[in-house]
C-alpha cells in the first residue's frame, strides 16, 4: 500500500523520524494508527465499564444485588 502524505501530516510524520520517536515514515504510520486505534476502543470499553457499573450500583441500591466483605472476595478469587 502506497500513501502520498502532504502538508501538516508529512511535517508530523518526518518530525517523528527526525526525533527518533520512529525509525522510518511507515512506522510511525504504525504508531499513529495504533495511538488512534487505543483512544478510540479504548474509550469505548471504557463506557462499557462505567455503564455496568451504574448498573450493578442501582441494583445493590434498590436491594436486588448483595454486596460482599473484601475479606470474602480474597478467599473467593485467591487475592
Not at 455496568?52 to 454486596?67: C, D
Request: aromatic share 6%.
Amino acid at each position: 500500500m502506497n500513501v502520498i502524505l502532504r502538508g501538516k501530516v508529512k511535517e508530523i510524520v518526518e518530525s517523528m523520524v527526525d526525533l527518533g520517536y520512529a525509525n522510518s515514515q511507515s512506522e510511525a504510520i504504525r504508531m499513529a494508527i495504533l495511538n488512534f486505534g487505543q483512544r478510540t476502543f479504548g474509550e469505548e470499553e471504557l463506557r462499557l465499564v462505567n455503564k455496568g457499573v451504574k448498573a450493578e450500583m442501582n441494583e445493590i441500591r434498590a436491594g436486588k444485588l448483595k454486596t460482599k466483605s473484601i475479606g470474602k472476595l480474597k478467599e473467593k478469587y485467591s487475592l
